[in-house]
């Protein structure tokens, strides 16, 4: 049984919603919704920082309000992330995200520290977008 999912955004206006939602082997997987059903694949240190990215930059159309992610579902999302960071780096940067985020500070300075654990030059919606797409033709 798949457990419930938490929507960041959908990619457009009444398209189809990214999420995440915990996995039975502790970790998350990345979740895309449309009026057919969701689709999941476990989701990547990349796929996790662009979650939060999109969450904090809001720049993805409003989700679904029954499954959309709280603040605290992004700091557990985060806390995950910066537990399987494959360098120092990244998890002191996710670190620093999430006591920002438990911190309740502003999104700028969330997206400042999840920045730094963002591939050089990374588009969060983009790189959803394309994630999305793999998942539905699958």
Same mark, same amino acid.
């Given at each position: 049984?798949?457990?419930?999912?938490?929507?960041?955004?959908?990619?457009?206006?009444?398209?189809?919603?990214?999420?995440? %939602?915990? &996995?039975?082997? $502790?970790?998350? *997987? /990345? +979740?895309?919704?449309?009026?057919? #059903?969701?689709?999941?694949? @476990? !989701?990547?240190?990349?796929?996790?920082?662009?979650?939060?990215?999109?969450?904090?930059?809001?720049?993805?159309?409003?989700?679904?309000?029954?499954? %959309?992610? &709280?603040?605290? $579902?992004?700091? *557990? /999302? +985060?806390?995950?992330?910066?537990? #399987?960071?494959?360098?120092? @780096? !990244?998890?002191?940067?996710?670190?620093?995200?999430?006591?920002?985020?438990?911190?309740?500070?502003?999104?700028?300075?969330?997206?400042?520290?999840?920045?730094?654990?963002?591939?050089?030059?990374?588009?969060?919606?983009?790189?959803?977008?394309?994630?999305?797409?793999?998942?539905?033709?699958?």
């Amino acid at each position: 049984m798949d457990a419930p999912a938490c929507a960041v955004g959908r990619l457009h206006p009444g398209g189809p919603w990214v999420g995440f %939602a915990p &996995t039975l082997d $502790d970790g998350y *997987a /990345l +979740v895309v919704g449309t009026d057919n #059903g969701t689709a999941r694949d @476990a !989701a990547c240190v990349d796929d996790v920082v662009a979650l939060a990215l999109a969450y904090f930059e809001d720049d993805l159309a409003e989700p679904p309000e029954e499954l %959309a992610a &709280t603040h605290a $579902d992004i700091g *557990a /999302l +985060v806390r995950h992330a910066a537990e #399987g960071a494959t360098t120092m @780096a !990244a998890h002191a940067a996710l670190m620093l995200a999430v006591d920002a985020i438990d911190d309740g500070l502003g999104a700028d300075a969330v997206i400042e520290r999840l920045s730094v654990a963002s591939p050089a030059g990374a588009d969060p919606g983009g790189h959803l977008s394309r994630r999305a797409a793999e998942l539905l033709e699958g």
